[in-house]
């Protein structure tokens, strides 16, 4: 009788083994995939931060290049140099 309630024993001590096993497996495969997302989200995160700043730096130029632009002088200039216009007695010289 002792070796029939012993066989019982450890059946139900594999079955829980067994059934701990999985749920570790489980839980490992999910915080794999977690780190995995993590580790992705920041590289993502510093390829945007890069490309942030640099738009920013491009608006600050474009910001400067539009104040210039308001100034009629320079507007005058950078159209005499940008288009090659000119006003009646400019002499033109081209550089080859």
Do not use: C, P
Request: charged share 30%; proline share 0%.
């Amino acid at each position: 009788m002792h070796n029939k309630k012993s066989k019982k024993e450890r059946k139900r001590l594999f079955l829980i083994t067994i059934t701990i096993v999985l749920l570790l497996v489980l839980l490992v495969g999910g915080v794999y995939n977690d780190w995995k997302q993590i580790l992705a989200n920041r590289r993502l995160e510093v390829e945007l931060t890069q490309k942030y700043e640099m738009l920013m730096d491009n608006e600050d130029k474009l910001s400067a290049e539009i104040t210039k632009l308001q100034d009629d002088s320079y507007l005058a200039r950078y159209a005499k140099e940008k288009y090659m216009l000119s006003s009646e007695g400019d002499t033109i010289i081209k550089w080859n």
